[in-house]
């Protein structure tokens, strides 16, 4: 079955770096586009992030462009998230998800699998 495990999430002060790691299983990693989304308190879920199947294209969502740079390896069925520049609007449980179909997903609802998350504070 379908595996996705998050990990790398912590806490961070502003200005700092983390990189979450999410490893994939049961599915041919090399052959679907994956994506990072994020859900903060009291709010809903939020595409982050989306590469394609095979790493040659990559997108990002308005509020991290710039800051967070998404990357994977096929070899090792992982997808990575290396987020910079954090600010305390980046606290949320991020996850990542398996794309249904194409070379790109970039919304929520065209994901069939998600991880169960890995937890980002972002605070002084």
């Known amino acids: 079955q379908v595996q996705l495990v998050e990990s790398g999430g912590g806490l961070a002060q502003p200005g700092g770096s983390l990189r979450l790691s999410c490893a994939a299983s049961?599915?041919?990693?090399?052959?679907?586009?994956m994506s990072w989304a994020r859900q903060a308190p009291g709010k809903g879920l939020e595409w982050v992030s989306g590469?394609?199947?095979?790493?040659?294209?990559?997108y990002y969502a308005d509020s991290v462009q710039g800051r967070f740079t998404i990357s994977r390896d096929n070899a090792k069925n992982t997808l990575y998230l290396q987020m910079n520049s954090l600010k305390p609007e980046d606290t949320a449980l991020y996850y990542c998800?398996?794309?249904?179909?194409?070379?790109?997903?970039?919304?929520?609802?065209?994901?069939?699998?998600w991880g169960q998350g890995t937890q980002v504070t972002v605070s002084s």
């Open positions: 998800a398996k794309a249904r179909v194409g070379p790109i997903a970039t919304i929520v609802e065209d994901h069939d699998y």
């Open positions: 049961g599915f041919t990693f090399s052959t679907y586009a």
């Open positions: 590469i394609y199947s095979d790493g040659s294209g990559t």
